[in-house]
């Protein structure tokens, strides 16, 4: 069973940045596409960002685009989400997931039931 721990996340204010990062246990960080998540009180789980195993391939929520970027280092079994102009709906818990099985190298998921692991996630709150 993967083991995915987020942090980064914080209090920060409109316009400003915040980097998140998702360390991943184990050794098959590199077999699977990897997403960023997040749930506001009261609403859904939306997705936000995915990217492909090797990295090339990524895509974004239409709210976030321009402004955020997923990147992922397999070396380090990492994925990160650098989060720019920051806005006060940007406010939420933030997860990051693995998806439920081994992925083509350039494959990506958007929706949140290919994803069967997930971190504990992270509190990103951006004051007005």
């Known amino acids: 069973q993967v083991q995915l721990v987020e942090s980064g996340g914080g209090l920060v204010q409109a316009g400003g940045s915040l980097r998140l990062s998702c360390a991943a246990s184990?050794?098959?960080?590199?077999?699977?596409?990897m997403g960023w998540f997040r749930q506001a009180p009261g609403k859904e789980r939306d997705f936000v960002a995915a990217?492909?195993?090797?990295?090339?391939?990524?895509d974004y929520a239409d709210s976030v685009k321009g402004r955020f970027t997923i990147s992922r280092d397999n070396a380090k079994n990492t994925v990160y989400l650098q989060m720019s102009s920051l806005k006060p709906e940007d406010t939420a818990v933030y997860y990051c997931?693995?998806?439920?099985?081994?992925?083509?190298?350039?494959?990506?998921?958007?929706?949140?039931?290919?994803?069967?692991?997930w971190g504990q996630g992270t509190q990103v709150t951006v004051s007005s």
């Open positions: 997931a693995r998806t439920s099985q081994i992925t083509g190298w350039t494959q990506i998921f958007t929706t949140k039931n290919r994803y069967t692991d």
């Open positions: 184990g050794r098959t960080f590199t077999w699977h596409a």
């Open positions: 990217i492909s195993r090797d990295a090339v391939s990524t």
